[in-house]
């Protein structure tokens, strides 16, 4: 009896989240929405060129962050090139997909109409580009692609599951020169596996972590399922991605890309074309 009212808050904490979750992307929408109002004073006076680097600004500046819960960082020693990122939104359930269409449709449609100009969001989904290598970085549900990693020299990967049990651990690997290593945590933050390994990047490395029945999470590097110089993280139980590292050994800085904005003036019959830079090397 004692422990009824802890499940009913348990019961009351799992409801709330859920609404949460559930009204996540109409809130991000909602505040868009709300703020076209100022955006309209703001542009009264303007030339078209900053009214449309503004609309630009507005769209894109915040976007892959807000939806996708995406912070990246990119640094350098060197000619070593390294990619930081933090993606909590993804891997545990939801579906970066329909968020990133739910937000597409809005702007094209109801942001576009209200502002009076034609806006076309291009390759706006859950893939990062890093230029000028021209590695991707594809993120879903249950699965994360890399490909282009030709010059991929270290890779660090922390993930945080919801299990409780250690997982028996089955690797292999062709033995190279580019290094792994991956953390697995419980639901309680603490480390229940680590991998660390000098593999091949042509090699057809893998590294299976089963947590019991049909839990499972599946590493593949090198030679995939997707190809050569690739990557593949597969996952059947929910997990976040809390550290997610990748060095690169070139010797051009490195520049995140998403997808495009193109904003056509009504007013002025000009058409304005841009990447959405997601981070530059500081």
């Known amino acids: 009896m004692s422990d009824k009212p802890a499940l009913q808050k348990k019961g009351l904490l799992f409801t709330v989240m859920t609404?949460?979750?559930m009204f996540s992307v109409f809130i991000i929408?909602?505040?868009?929405?709300?703020?076209?109002?100022?955006?309209?004073?703001?542009?009264?006076?303007?030339?078209?060129?900053?009214?449309?680097?503004?609309?630009?600004?507005?769209?894109?500046?915040?976007?892959?962050?807000?939806?996708?819960?995406?912070?990246?960082?990119?640094?350098?020693?060197?000619?070593?090139?390294?990619?930081?990122?933090?993606?909590?939104?993804?891997?545990?359930?939801?579906?970066?997909?329909?968020?990133?269409q739910f937000y597409k449709d809005f702007i094209e449609r109801v942001y576009s109409s209200d502002n009076n100009i034609n806006i076309t969001l291009r390759e706006f989904n859950a893939t990062i580009t890093l230029s000028p290598i021209n590695t991707t970085i594809s993120l879903d549900t249950n699965n994360t692609k890399l490909t282009n990693l030709s010059l991929l020299s270290e890779f660090s990967l922390v993930l945080k599951t919801n299990e409780t049990a250690i997982p028996i651990v089955t690797p292999s690997f062709d033995a190279g020169a580019i290094s792994l290593n991956i953390a697995i945590l419980n639901e309680s933050d603490e480390v229940i596996s680590t991998t660390v390994a000098s593999v091949s990047g042509s090699g057809a490395n893998s590294i299976t972590y089963a947590f019991g029945g049909a839990k499972i999470v599946i590493f593949e590097f090198g030679q995939t399922s997707i190809g050569t110089s690739s990557m593949v993280i597969s996952t059947t139980i929910p997990v976040e991605y809390r550290g997610f590292?990748?060095?690169?050994?070139?010797?051009?800085?490195?520049?995140?890309?998403?997808?495009?904005?193109?904003?056509?003036?009504?007013?002025?019959?000009?058409?304005?074309?841009?990447?959405?830079?997601?981070?530059?090397?500081?």
């Open 19 to 21: 609404f949460l979750l």
């Open 29 to 100: 929408a909602l505040s868009y929405a709300e703020r076209i109002s100022s955006i309209k004073g703001m542009m009264v006076g303007a030339g078209a060129i900053h009214k449309q680097r503004y609309y630009e600004d507005d769209i894109a500046s915040r976007a892959y962050a807000d939806l996708l819960g995406l912070n990246i960082s990119l640094t350098h020693t060197g000619n070593t090139r390294i990619v930081n990122l933090s993606i909590p939104n993804i891997g545990n359930g939801t579906n970066p997909h329909y968020h990133m």
């Open 245 to 282: 590292s990748l060095s690169f050994l070139s010797p051009s800085p490195l520049s995140a890309i998403g997808g495009n904005v193109s904003i056509a003036s009504r007013s002025t019959n000009s058409t304005k074309n841009t990447k959405i830079l997601l981070a530059k090397e500081s």
